[in-house]
């Protein structure tokens, strides 16, 4: 009877651990290392932001440095609401027709601290919405390039909004998010080629030519007013870029290593290139040639930087700062649009390079969840990529022309005459970047 009583209590115990045992292995753990990693990775993916606004406040003139910064400033307080209200979930909710999330996770509702399987396992479902709104916050602030000096601050605020919602989420929703017709097609986008600098080099470009050109454009000099900014703004994003290629392996694993490898030899291939090409065309190596280039380097390997090893990275960098200083040279005058700060010339052109590129390149020995390229084997992943390359033009073009005459309803979207001739500070702003010079 006494071993009966004991086997009844015990009875009891084991299955409370049995099942809390099984309730364990059931539920994603979650790895403290890789949610650091992913963390650290989103800081330095924010700090890319304000890097730009460095970046292209330093190429504007000096009475538009302040309403240039600011653009990039308030694009990180708009989008992070905009992200926790309905751009998490537009863009990673549930599956719609492959074309859009479900808006069940509105104010980031069901977005808590267990791990999602389909985008990341070993980290909060949390930390990866955080990751993610990063990239949503530099890829609006990318457009701003292509606009800088002549764009009213009100009708920036609304197409601030309008194009997040209507243009990158989506497009987000496509290639990363789970059912997303690119991501079931194959596309391979690691980092963002096709979501972040095709759709806002391509959105830059209708935008400016919508706007019309700076006056006195083509006829008056318009030299950056502080190249050491503009320096230290490239010298950010190198550092930031980390963040957005390392980081997107979600782990701190291998991978990540990997992409971290190609992400800088990139970089360092493309400002090289570019410098060189500038020296035998025009005479000299500039300093704002080797930043653009290095920037343009770390374009072209965003989408690849998953993907492919250290000498296809090479190769992709200097291709890449030869095709944008081309096109930001003569592509640029030949064809007259005024892309102020060359959005276009660089995240346009060399997104899209970049994102053929892995076509070419990609190697499942450096990442079996993706696909061989052409020059291992698999020439359909070229024309999978061309696939992608065109969707994502067209409609950040069509949209983007949309957006602006939308917003055009509600607002004038370019300064006064008197307004860019007085530069956007004081008008839009009331401040000026350096008082004590008149």
């Not at 606004?53 to 440095?65: E, H, L, P, S």
């Not at 980092?191 to 008056?220: F, N, P, Q």
């Not at 701190?252 to 500038?278: K, P, Q, R, Y």
């Not at 020995?365 to 992608?388: D, E, H, S």
């Amino acid at each position: 009877m006494k071993k009966l009583l004991r086997i009844g209590f015990l009875l009891p115990v084991f299955w409370l651990l049995v099942s809390n045992f099984a309730w364990a292995a059931g539920t994603p753990a979650i790895d403290t290392g890789d949610t650091s990693f992913v963390l650290v990775s989103a800081a330095l993916v924010m700090l890319m932001t304000p890097g730009l606004a460095f970046f292209y406040g330093g190429m504007v003139r000096r009475k538009n440095v302040l309403s240039t910064i600011m653009q990039s400033f308030i694009i990180i307080c708009i989008v992070s609401v905009q992200w926790v209200l309905f751009g998490y979930s537009l863009s990673f909710g549930p599956d719609k027709s492959h074309l859009l999330g479900a808006l069940s996770w509105l104010g980031l509702k069901g977005v808590g601290l267990e791990p999602n399987p389909d985008y990341a396992a070993t980290i909060p479902h949390l930390a990866y919405a955080a990751f993610q709104l990063m990239f949503a916050i530099i890829t609006v602030a990318l457009v701003t390039g292509s606009f800088a000096e002549r764009m009213r601050f009100p009708a920036f605020l609304l197409f601030t909004v309008l194009w997040t919602t209507i243009i990158y989420d989506p497009l987000a929703h496509w290639v990363w998010g789970a059912g997303g017709w690119m991501r079931n097609l194959g596309v391979l986008d690691f980092a963002g080629g096709t979501v972040v600098h095709i759709s806002s080099g391509v959105s830059g470009l209708i935008t400016a030519l919508v706007l019309g050109k700076r006056l006195g454009w083509g006829s008056e000099a318009m030299r950056p007013h502080d190249l050491p900014m503009t320096v230290l703004g490239a010298s950010l994003l190198w550092f930031g870029w980390f963040g957005f290629n390392a980081g997107s392996a979600l782990s701190a694993n291998g991978l990540a290593a990997s992409a971290f490898v190609v992400t800088n030899t990139s970089a360092a291939a493309a400002a090289l290139s570019w410098i060189f090409t500038e020296w035998i065309l025009q005479g000299k190596p500039t300093v704002l040639g080797a930043a653009s280039g290095c920037v343009a380097g770390l374009v072209a390997i965003t989408p690849a930087s998953g993907y492919v090893g250290p000498l296809p990275a090479v190769i992709i960098g200097l291709f890449a700062g030869v095709i944008c200083s081309l096109a930001v040279s003569y592509l640029k005058v030949r064809l007259g649009y005024d892309d102020a700060l060359d959005a276009f010339g660089v995240h346009g052109i060399g997104g899209t390079w970049g994102a053929l590129a892995t076509g070419l390149f990609a190697s499942k020995a450096i990442n079996p969840a993706g696909g061989n390229g052409l020059f291992y084997g698999n020439p359909g992943q070229l024309w999978v990529q061309f696939v992608g390359v065109v969707a994502t033009w067209l409609f950040a073009a069509v949209l983007t022309l949309v957006i602006l005459k939308l917003v055009a309803v509600f607002t004038s979207l370019r300064a006064t005459a008197e307004e860019e001739t007085m530069g956007l500070d004081l008008p839009m702003h009331g401040e000026r970047a350096y008082d004590h010079i008149l």
